[in-house]
């Protein structure tokens, strides 16, 4: 599917293009609309949204190259983004992250070969009261450890599992 | 008293309904009763300070924006992420009309066409409630055209960045919520001048704390503010600890509490009580460090008297490290974050980090020497104050700081590679 004339974002896009002054100022929100239609900012979504700003496809990958939250390559199905700056790393976060990585049998920033986790470390992600935590899809879950963790990653593989059985 | 944190005081108040029958919007309609210079003039006189780190005169601020201009905006920063602050996340999650009306009074105060909310990335979740608050108030006639039947009007938009510390440096921020890279604009011109503020018009960036205080001066008068805190520090600030506590969290005190009031009392002090704690970071990764002793414990956090310790309130995000932990690896920890975060528009800042963190890994490693020690030194000395923006200052900070107050911790990995020599 495409972002332009899609019916899913086409009231998300317009909206967007009616709060700001310029069409430019447009180009954050657009391109999650695109990692959100492809899963990352692809080619395909750099140029859509260049098309619909009436922006160089080059200018549109500069904004998205040079924020952390838009992925140039494609993720796991859970991108799990684990915060190790310091007061959680103060907490347990780094020894918390090395064991995530090592339970999922992947290296940092990789992805498991079920496309199921992607695993990184992030900076601070004001939530210092309630480490170790991380952001999974952009939403935060916290106060973890690793009981709870292996806990949520059977969850999410069940999810999964479910969501592909009732496509089939 | 919660003047900020008040959803821990009132069930529902991210309501509307609640919130107004808790005096939510009071201080706006008091607001829309006086001249736009008669409100500039009220924050003024309440001695409020910007919660964003810089404590500048917020009244002082508003006042600086040409009242000629046909065309004016306000730019709320709610792009937390200085390392250890979490405040600004709690006021939107937990009492978000405040904020809300605190940037409504700000928009009237300065004739302000619309409010942008530049929200952190990260914050997705607090941008789809601050969109729902947003739409709530239209219904009401709060938010659009004629506000309140006063002929004000006003649009609020929520605006999510993408993960990018730099965004927080107002001058990016408006450069990226202009579509543009986040990265600083040369000053002058200022955001407040025509020119310099968004889309090049004359803009007040204020941090969401700051706004959050805004109704409570405007419904209980400038007077009610200033006699909370210190003569110079004027209200309640909310206090972000994190790190070796027992209780870590957000806590709302008058500014001039002191540090060992807020550690031990609110706190619960150290983690583990057979670690005597050792050291602060009390305004996150970028301000200076110092090592807790009673003479800084016993300092009230209050912009004037944080600087008789060498240090800032800034934030007020407030780390704390017992005696197991090696300052040369926090040194290592915060220079890795502005090294990730540093922009790269200015050499010294994107060479620096890059440089710094390199040696100090090297003497981590064990095998670094004395030079190394004085070489970071040296690099972080040549940063501070040749920048753009505030962030290679903040790069600096942690090697000047921790190497000044705690040479030991650095010396013990640089003479176990002499000796092993």
Redesign the interface.
């Known amino acids: 599917m495409a972002i332009i004339g899609n019916p899913k974002y086409e009231a998300r896009i317009d909206r967007h293009l009616a709060k700001y002054e310029t069409k430019r100022s447009a180009v954050m929100p657009l391109l999650y609309i695109a990692q959100e239609e492809y899963g990352w900012v692809n080619p395909e979504g750099i140029r859509e949204v260049a098309e619909i700003l009436n922006l160089d496809p080059t200018q549109v990958k500069s904004i998205a190259g040079f924020y952390t939250m838009y992925s140039e390559k494609p993720k796991g199905k859970y991108w799990l983004q684990v915060c190790t700056d310091l007061p959680c790393a103060l907490q347990g976060a780094d020894e918390f992250h090395a064991w995530l990585k090592d339970e999922l049998d992947v290296e940092e920033g990789g992805t498991t070969t079920d496309d199921m986790f992607t695993v990184e470390h992030v900076m601070c992600l004001a939530a210092c009261d309630k480490a170790p935590m991380l952001q999974c899809n952009f939403h935060y879950v916290e106060n973890l450890d690793q009981d709870k963790m292996r806990g949520l990653l059977a969850k999410w593989r069940q999810e999964a599992a479910q969501a592909a059985n009732g496509r089939g | 008293m919660h003047i900020l944190l008040r959803g821990r005081d009132i069930e529902n108040i991210k309501q509307l309904d609640v919130y107004e029958a808790h005096g939510g919007f009071v201080g706006m309609k008091h607001a829309l009763a006086m001249t736009p210079a008669e409100v500039i003039d009220v924050v003024k006189a309440s001695g409020l300070r910007g919660r964003g780190g810089a404590g500048f005169p917020t009244g002082v601020k508003w006042s600086f924006i040409p009242q000629h201009e046909p065309v004016k905006f306000v730019t709320v920063n709610a792009d937390?992420?200085?390392?250890?602050?979490?405040k600004?996340?709690e006021i939107m999650e937990e009492n978000p009309y405040q904020l809300i009306e605190g940037s409504l009074i700000c928009a009237y105060a300065i004739q302000a066409k619309a409010v942008y909310i530049y929200l952190?990335?990260?914050?997705?979740?607090i941008g789809d409630q601050l969109d729902e608050c947003i739409e709530a108030l239209r219904a009401k006639g709060y938010i659009g055209e004629n506000i309140m039947g006063s002929g004000y009007d006003c649009e609020v938009?929520t605006?999510?960045?993408?993960?990018?510390?730099i965004c927080g440096e107002e001058s990016a921020l408006l450069n990226?919520?202009?579509?543009?890279?986040?990265q600083p604009r040369v000053r002058p011109p200022f955001p407040a001048q025509k020119g310099g503020g968004?889309?090049k018009e004359a803009t007040v960036v204020n941090n969401v704390e700051t706004l959050a205080n805004v109704p409570y001066i405007l419904s209980e008068g400038a007077g009610a503010f200033k006699a909370i805190g210190t003569e110079q520090s004027a209200g309640n600030k909310i206090y972000?600890?994190?790190?070796?506590v027992k209780r870590?969290?957000?806590y709302e005190l008058p500014m001039g509490a002191t540090f060992r009031e807020l550690l031990y009392q609110h706190a619960g002090g150290p983690l583990h009580d057979d670690r005597p704690l050792k050291a602060m970071?009390p305004s996150g990764?970028s301000g200076p460090i110092v090592p807790l002793s009673d003479e800084v414990l016993d300092t009230p956090m209050s912009y004037e008297d944080c600087a008789n310790i060498g240090t800032i309130i800034g934030s007020a995000?407030i780390?704390i490290?017992d005696e197991t932990?090696d300052m040369t690896w926090?040194a290592s920890?915060?220079t890795k974050?502005f090294k990730?975060?540093s922009?790269g528009k200015c050499t010294p800042c994107r060479e620096g980090t890059y440089w710094l963190d390199k040696v100090i890994d090297r003497i981590l490693d064990g095998r670094g020497s004395p030079d190394d020690v004085k070489r970071i030194a040296d690099v972080a000395e040549n940063m501070a104050g040749t920048t753009l923006c505030a962030l290679g200052d903040f790069a600096a900070n942690p090697i000047i700081h921790t190497i000044r107050h705690f040479p030991d911790d650095f010396a013990q990995h640089v003479t176990a590679q002499a000796a092993d020599g």
């Open positions: 937390e992420s200085e390392t250890g602050t979490f600004d996340r952190r990335g990260e914050f997705w979740d938009y605006h999510l960045g993408a993960g990018a510390y990226s919520l202009e579509g543009y890279l986040g968004l889309y972000c600890v994190s790190g070796h870590p969290g957000n970071l990764g995000s780390i490290m932990v926090v920890k915060v974050f990730h975060e922009c």
